[in-house]
């Protein structure tokens, strides 16, 4: 069974950093498009940051220039460093696993870590 397990989050002040991680495994990680959601409560889960099997990255405008995606093959494990934190970053963050080929899709998801942003 794949896993995906998420850590990193925590409580931080505005402006502060945090590091999340994402570590895979069962599965052929460079294979796999890889993503960072997040989801604030009473909101839809939104897509952050993704980062393809060719290292191409997006992010989502309200977050750019502030996050970096990036991801280390070698030990199955993505990353998102967030800087200048703002309150509004604060939400349950997932991590996300995609694999399309011309048999089907493969997607799995983590666990969520919390980050809080607050003073």
């Known amino acids: 069974q794949v896993q995906l397990v998420e850590s990193g989050g925590g409580l931080v002040q505005p402006g502060g950093s945090l590091r999340l991680s994402c570590a895979a495994s069962?599965?052929?990680?460079?294979?796999?498009?890889m993503s960072w959601y997040r989801q604030a409560p009473g909101k839809q889960r939104e897509l952050v940051a993704g980062?393809?099997?060719?290292?191409?990255?997006s992010y989502v405008d309200s977050v750019k220039g502030r996050f970096t995606i990036s991801r280390d093959n070698a030990k199955n494990t993505v990353y998102l460093q967030m800087n200048s934190l703002k309150p509004e970053d604060t939400a349950v963050y997932y991590c996300?696993?995609?694999?399309?080929?011309?048999?089907?899709?493969?997607?799995?998801w983590g666990q969520g870590t919390q980050v809080t942003v607050s003073s």
């Open positions: 980062i393809t099997k060719s290292e191409g990255t």
């Open positions: 069962r599965m052929i990680f460079s294979m796999y498009d």
């Open positions: 996300n696993a995609d694999r399309r080929d011309g048999v089907g899709r493969n997607n799995y």
